[in-house]
Every structure is written in C-alpha cells, then in structure tokens.
C-alpha cells in the first residue's frame, strides 16, 4: 500500500480551466481550420480528451475558397490562401455537428462573414443549436478579400462586430485577432470593452513564396498565412502583451508544436492553447502536447495547472 506523500503525488494535476464561463477539461484546444470538423482526425485520436474541438471557419453559405495551389511548404512552417473554404452553417449543422453531439468534448464554431449582418445571423443561428458550446468570430483571416481582416485590421471595426455577435448570442464569445496590425493590444482591449469573453491570438502572419524557375508566386492567391514554427517568437510575444493589457481569458495559437511551446503560452499568461500546423505532422499533437503538460506538473509538484498559468518571472 502506498504512503499517504506517494498518493499525494501520484495524484492526476486537475487540468481544468475557465474560457469566459466555459469550463474545459483541460486547456487543449484544435485550431480552427486545421481539424476539418472532427471527423477528419477520429481515427488517430480519441476527441474525448480534448478541451475543445473548434470546427473550421462557417458562413452563412457555402464557400469553395481561392483556387489552387494554395498550400506551400516553406522551411519553417506552411503558407496557405485556402479562402474559408467551408460547407455554410446550414450544411454544418445538418451534417457535421450530429458526429461531434456523440463525443464529450465542447464544440466552438469559428464564424465568418463578409459582413456584420452575416456575422450576426450566424451567431444567431448557431446559438439555437444544441451541441455548440461557444463561438469564435475570426477577424483575422489575411485570405479573403472582404471580411476577415478587414474587420480585425482596426479597433472600431473589431469593437462593432464583437458588440454585434454578442447581442445576438447567449453563448461565451471568442475573438481571434490577427498580428497583421501594429498594436495588437489596442484591437484586444477594444473587443474586450465590446463584451468578447475571450480572446485568441494569432491567426497567421501574411508572407509569399516565389518559383524562381517559373518567376511566379506559389500560391495562386500569391500571398497566403504563414503558420508553424516560425511565428511562434512572435505569437509568444503578442500573448504577453495581450495578457498584460486586457482582464478576459487569452488562448495561445501560433507555432505550438509539443509540450514545451505550450508551456511557454502557459506560463506567460495564455489560459488555453490551440494546436495548428502540428496537426498536419502529427495528427497526435494534440494529446502528445497534452500529456506533457501533464507530466510537467507533476515533476513541479502541482496539483492544479492554474497554478502555473501566468506565473513568467520577467524580472519586474
């Protein structure tokens, strides 16, 4: 029989956490766009033990997304124009969502619109769903023409289409910010002052590839996002600035490729993190990243990983 200090740390680290009102299991959450919708990785990995599943961008209709190529592997990471590609909320909710309703895992939809009427009928839509947990409007994505960015590019647009999904949904309200800004802290606090409860950040950074045989872009769309390794300094660095402007939940995105990069958002303030680009090279990542926060803990003697969120000594 074990001792009562061998029982005590032994015990499992309780690894939940609190997403503006939404409790998680834990703080492991699939990147939007890089999960399909759950079906996709069902067969490498048990979706139970994820904290949240959220699904890839929906609008209010169909989409079929820039034409090809527009994915580009560069050294460090991938670049991508995919375009919201997506089957439109009705479609979703017809044939996807009832696959996700079996599993015991919170369901976030990332929206999309070209417009804040669109944005606002899909929250509104969404919200009368069982199955939905919370919704995550992108403002961010650099790969469409309108909408996306060009909501997220400046604090009164962000303010405007965070305020607008919030009148029209009960649910606890995600924004995703993109780094394509210069002070990402000022679009955070005014989705904050909006009603957001929470935020998430980055989407991808804007970048290009040349064919110097061709002398002609790669990607279709000729810029794309950049993901993976390579933004995650910088991803790193806009979580703590964010953290330290803004009272709301922040989750983590950008480059987290195994349990120590997680730990990092985690420590600097990130309350949750979201895996990407990972997924592509190991569609285990997520649970992987999960179980070494986990035995992270347990070598600090922690018993709750609340305890190590924002705990960064900067020397202040």
């Known amino acids: 029989m074990k001792n009562k200090k061998e029982q005590i740390n032994n015990s499992e680290p309780s690894m939940a956490v609190d997403i503006g009102g939404l409790i998680l299991k ?34 209010l209709e169909a989409r079929k997304g820039n034409p090809p190529p527009r994915i580009m592997e560069t050294p460090c990471g991938m670049l991508n124009a995919i375009g919201m590609e997506n089957v439109g909320v009705r479609a979703f909710i017809d044939e996807k969502l009832p696959f996700l309703r079996s599993f015991d895992v919170a369901v976030i939809a990332n929206i999309f619109g070209e417009t804040i009427n669109e944005y606002k009928k899909i929250a509104a839509i969404l919200s009368t769903v069982e199955g939905i947990h919370g919704l995550e409007i992108n403002i961010s994505c650099p790969n469409v023409k309108r909408g996306g960015i060009a909501f997220g590019a400046h604090p ?32 955070a606090e005014s989705v904050e002052a909006a009603g957001a409860d929470a935020i998430s950040l980055i989407n991808t950074l804007t970048g290009m590839s040349v064919d110097i045989e061709q002398r002609a872009p790669h990607l279709k769309n000729i810029t794309g996002g950049l993901s993976g390794p390579a933004i995650k300094p910088i991803a790193l660095r806009m979580v703590w600035e964010v953290v330290n402007r803004v009272s709301i939940p922040v989750i983590g995105v950008g480059g987290i490729i195994d349990a120590n990069d ?53 020397g202040r």
């Open 262 to 314: 997680a730990l990092e958002f985690l420590i600097v303030g990130a309350r949750a993190v979201q895996i990407g680009t990972a997924n592509f090279i190991n569609p285990r990542a997520t649970l992987d990243i999960l179980e070494g926060i986990d035995n992270y803990l347990k070598r600090h003697h922690m018993k709750d990983i609340n305890d190590l969120i924002g705990t960064l000594k900067d």
């Open 26 to 59: 834990n703080p492991l959450m699939t990147a939007s766009g890089t999960f399909g919708y759950g079906k996709e990785y069902a067969p490498y990995i048990d979706i139970n033990r994820l904290g949240a599943l959220i699904v890839k961008g929906l609008s």
């Open 156 to 187: 009164d647009t962000a303010y405007e289409v965070t305020g607008a999904v919030k009148s029209f949904t009960d649910l606890p309200v995600i924004v995703k910010l993109t780094p394509n800004v210069g002070d990402i802290a000022e679009i």
